[in-house]
């Protein structure tokens, strides 16, 4: 029913710079909170940061400073922007959404992304 796909991962220098996209489509009435989790080889995903639908943004300790995180109801799609990337970065980043359904508007949906890779080298 509802779709989320990311893009703009990728290959970067410690130090550089990547802007993730995720956009939502499908049988959407309305999108709550976005965020982003990430997911490095063999730990746990962790969250990263959320934005809710007035655009009030939280970021994780260790990348506040660095990422940003907003997003476009227009076109229900949320970004992060990554700067000054570490290798410790290194993931596979998630795009989460909650997301009322036109074909039931009572009830919040989570929905997930198939996940964007991002390499950072050192």
């Known amino acids: 029913q509802v779709q989320l796909v990311e893009s703009g991962g990728g290959l970067v220098q410690a130090g550089g710079s990547l802007r993730l996209s995720c956009a939502a489509s499908g049988s959407i009435f309305s999108i709550n909170a976005m965020a982003w989790y990430r997911q490095a080889p063999g730990k746990q995903r962790e969250w990263v940061a959320a934005v809710t639908a007035d655009g009030t943004t939280n970021l994780a300790d260790s990348v506040k400073g660095r990422f940003t995180i907003s997003r476009d109801n227009a076109k229900n799609t949320v970004y992060l922007q990554m700067n000054s990337l570490k290798p410790e970065d290194t993931a596979v980043y998630y795009c989460?959404?909650?997301?009322?359904?036109?074909?039931?508007?009572?009830?919040?949906?989570?929905?997930w992304g198939q996940g964007t890779q991002v390499t950072v080298s050192s």
């Open positions: 989460n959404a909650g997301v009322v359904l036109t074909t039931d508007p009572r009830y919040e949906n989570d929905y």
